[in-house]
C-alpha cells in the first residue's frame, strides 16, 4: 500500500505564501491537491498528470497557485502565493494508481495524505 504524507501548512495572513509539499512511498501517476473547507465538500485545486504535461487549476487559484512535480522522488508540490481568507481549508494530497487515468473528481485518485491545516488570516 502507497504511503502519501504532506507538509507545509499553517497559519498565515492574507497576501502570504505557503508551499505544500507531498511523497509517495511507491510509484504513482497523476496526483492532485484537493482541499475542504468546515461544512464544504472535498474540491479539487490543482491537479498534475503523469508527465507533468498536463496541469488543471480550480478557476479561483489560477494566477496564484503553482502545482510541480519531481517524478523521480514521487513528490508533488503546490507553491500558493497571495493567500485569501477562502482558501483555508485542509488541503490533501492525492496520487492515482492508474496510469491512463488524469482526473478532477476525487474518485480518480487512490491514494490520499492525512491532510495539512491551511488557515488564511485576515
Known amino acids: 500500500q502507497v504511503q502519501v504524507v504532506e507538509s507545509g501548512g499553517g497559519l498565515v495572513q492574507v497576501g502570504d505564501s505557503l508551499r505544500l509539499s507531498c511523497t509517495a512511498s511507491?510509484?504513482?501517476?497523476?496526483m492532485g491537491w484537493f482541499r475542504q473547507a468546515p461544512g464544504k465538500e472535498r474540491e479539487v485545486v490543482a491537479a498534475?498528470?503523469?508527465?507533468?504535461?498536463?496541469?488543471f487549476y480550480k478557476n479561483s487559484v489560477k494566477g496564484r497557485f503553482t502545482i510541480s512535480r519531481d517524478s523521480a522522488k514521487n513528490s508533488v508540490y503546490l507553491q500558493m502565493n497571495n493567500l485569501k481568507p477562502e482558501d483555508t481549508a485542509v488541503y490533501y494530497c492525492?496520487?492515482?494508481?492508474?496510469?491512463?487515468?488524469?482526473?478532477?473528481?476525487?474518485?480518480?485518485?487512490?491514494?490520499w495524505g492525512q491532510g495539512t491545516q491551511v488557515t488564511v488570516s485576515s
Open positions: 492525492a496520487a492515482s494508481a492508474r496510469f491512463t487515468v488524469f482526473g478532477t473528481s476525487p474518485i480518480d485518485y487512490d491514494y
Open positions: 511507491g510509484r504513482t501517476y497523476a
Open positions: 498534475i498528470s503523469r508527465t507533468g504535461g498536463s496541469l
